[in-house]
């Protein structure tokens, strides 16, 4: 089986593709969209806090449009803290929980990938 990330129209599946014998199709099963999509770490935070445990990374390549929330501000579920910008649409990088914002890692026109760390929060 392997595993994919796929986005569509800006809402992120995760995908298991289980491998079929010779002359059978592979089969795919897709699960429920993401409130918040999956990243890798950003090399240096530009503007940072006290890091927090809890990572909000970009879903998608793009340019940093806003930065929606700042450090200390108490956030909930769903709250844009960053909006990304790609390919002429702006995309809400959203809070995967209740919380406290702890480190904001981009600024405002600063080019992410997929997978960069753009806040944390406790």
Not at 55 to 82: C, H, L, P, W, Y
Request: aromatic fraction near 2%.
């Amino acid at each position: 089986m392997k595993n994919y990330t796929i986005t569509v129209n800006g809402n992120v599946y995760d995908v298991v593709v289980e491998e079929g014998a010779a002359g059978v199709a592979p089969k795919a099963a897709p699960a429920a969209p993401k409130a918040a999509p999956k990243a890798a770490p950003k090399a240096a935070p530009a503007a940072s806090g006290a890091a927090g445990g809890v990572k909000i990374e970009a879903g998608a390549a793009g340019k940093v449009f806003k930065v929606e929330a700042s450090v200390g501000q108490a956030v909930k579920r769903g709250d844009a803290v960053v909006i990304l910008e790609a390919m002429k649409m702006e995309i809400p990088v959203v809070a995967p929980q209740d919380g406290t914002v702890a480190s904001i890692n981009v600024s405002v026109g600063d080019a992410v990938e997929a997978g960069a760390l753009l806040a944390t929060m406790n």
